[in-house]
């Protein structure tokens, strides 16, 4: 074996066992070093099952019973994302139960078990009227309907939870009330001394969890609602119906606007409004943030604590778990005296982190391995020559044009294919998944157009263009099943060894179920075609002086011009979206476009941007290596359709 093989296979291992190490560490701070068992278990629930991860205290027995907390993730997450609120409460000797809710992580049923309405509510629910238009009806797909009505409860009245169609609001709680009925019946918990909390989408299913055992011997002493909305009893029999011990966490740069009452800013004015005032029951005059309000004792404890982070960030903002924790110590007693303080969780998301990197960055030297068998050699071909490169002004004119369509039509027609872009719904099932599916093809079309054009002019010139190789392509396809293959089993050993995936806070690889892997061959296609016209636009008609560099300095001059061509339109939507909303204006994309295109896809970007380097990256080290963009191409293809399909939202 040649030298570089060799070193290049020991880095493989190097960042395969470091990884691996990363990952033990992790597992052994989630079960608190021994204290805590972890149990994964499926629930059957109507026609299919909900799946949950349980934090279990050693000391927790029918004899020495524990109090209990059900964590509900949400939209687009699953249960994982509560695992700093599931751990930290775990170490204090509550029982925890994390919930994948309807249409996500691992559960099978999907999120039309939610149901829906043919109408919206366009302001805070209380303060809608058919007159000013903010209650009108509304048709389109079902997942449209579905989406609309988020924030729309099953225990409100039938103004609200049903229509003129047959249709309602079937279980608001996506599963959690069920969840939350199993959880009260394990023989180590102390049913009298239960709680729920619950982020973003899952804020909804608390509310929900506690009207359905409202005035019940096991109704939830504490709600804790990570960015949740605010609603006026008169939409809800609130002389039946009572909400123990409510804590708001608010996101001061929340990008979702009903989690800020459809107001720019979270300021004071906000704070003191008749919606908020009423929440906690006091005069505007009084009304303070990070103030508790009423007695733990009867139950009227309220506070709204403003924590100085965006909507995402939220389930692992210290300040905002330490108020938490406090929030159930002093409503439910928790058993284990800690500091509010003592927080170890954040330091196993880091070190998943770190073995999720350590594993993507040994795809790099196993890709150089496997491009010097004999089954891959012929993937390896000579970059095009320099004498076909574009001009400096067909490049600039080039990644104008990329980086402007590219920004310009994300905020669009990723709402559009989220909701309304007509898709087969019984195919097409992933409702984050359709977002990008809509500006993937919008790009796709755009750059067909424009391959097309650039290809007669250069007949016209005499030039000719690089020829589409099957047979490399095959094998590139080949060479990135290989590599993804290899990322799955590893992905699959730490789940079975030590119940963590790769991911930090949000799901980004999780193993496939059956339906989720008949999902990514869906979606794999339009991924592919995109992410090879995009590559081939950026890596090959773009290329520059930089792409034939020698060495790391070459390699890191070739990635970051691609990095701003690839992400440089999504880049200016970063800086449209928070600039203003940091100057206390308003967030970007509400401002100039209205709040039907912020929230979701605007939130998400944060974890859009840090995939996109990572995917330039790759796709500069394989260009560089194999004198083409399939094999990059194809592996990101791979990679972003996993992450979609794996664990996000499914109808």
Known sequence: MKKNQKIMLVLCICLAVLATVFMGIANSIQKDHGNIEIIEDRLYYQDGYLTYKLYKPKNASPAAKAPAVLLLHGYQNDHE??????????????????????????????????????????????????????????????????????????????????????????????????????????????????????????????????????????????????????????????????????????????????????????????????????????????????????????????????????????????????????????????????????????????????AMLMILGSLFPLMALLLDTPLFKDVKQELPAKDTMASHKGFIKGALITILLSGASFPFMTQLGHALLPLPEGLFRMTVGNGFLGWYLLLIIIMIITSIITKKNNMKKGLEGEKFDLKVFGKSLLLACTLIVYMYLINLIYTMLFDLDLRFIWPFFRPFTLIRFGQFLVYIPIFALFYYLNNSKIMRDLRTEATYAKGFKGFIRNWFTNFLLMAGGVMIIVLIEYIPFFAEIGPGADLLFGSTFGGPFMSILILFVPQVLFFSILCTYAYRLTGRAYTGALLAAMLACWIVTGGSSIL
């Not at 007159?131 to 609200?160: A, C, P, Q």
Request: hydrophobic letters at 35%; aromatic letters at 12%; one cysteine or more.
């Open 81 to 354: 994302t509560c695992a700093a609120y599931a751990i930290e409460l775990a170490r204090r000797g509550a029982v925890v139960m994390c919930l994948d809710e309807y249409g996500h992580g691992d559960s099978s049923l999907g999120l039309l078990n939610r149901g829906y309405v043919n109408h919206v509510v366009k302001v805070n629910y209380g303060n809608d009227s058919e007159e000013d238009g903010t209650f009108k009806k509304i048709g389109g797909s079902k997942r449209y309907r579905v989406l609309m009505n988020f924030s729309n409860l099953s225990f409100f009245n039938d103004h609200y939870s049903k229509d003129d169609d047959g249709n309602f609001i079937i279980d608001s709680s996506c599963g959690g009330s069920f969840a939350y009925d199993y959880l009260s019946k394990l023989d180590y918990v102390d049913n009298s001394r239960m709680a729920v909390s619950g982020h973003s989408m899952g804020t909804w299913s608390s509310w929900t969890i506690a009207a359905d055992h409202a005035n019940t011997a096991i109704a939830p002493k504490a709600i804790v609602l990570q960015c949740g909305e605010l609603f006026t009893d008169s939409v809800y029999d609130s002389a039946s119906i009572k909400f123990n011990n409510v804590l708001l966490l608010q996101a001061k740069y929340d990008e979702f606007s009903y989690f800020r009452d459809y107001q720019k800013v979270v300021d004071d004015r906000l704070l003191k409004s008749d919606l908020r005032t009423s929440f906690l029951k006091t005069t505007a005059d009084k009304a303070a943030w990070n103030t508790t309000y009423g007695s733990f004792a009867d139950g009227s404890a309220r506070r709204i604590e403003l924590l100085y982070t965006n909507h995402r960030l939220t389930t692992h903002h210290l300040g905002g778990l330490a108020c938490a924790l406090d929030w159930f110590d002093q409503a439910i007693d928790l058993p284990i005296d800690l500091d509010v303080r003592d927080i170890k969780a954040k330091t196993k998301e880091y070190l998943v982190l770190g």
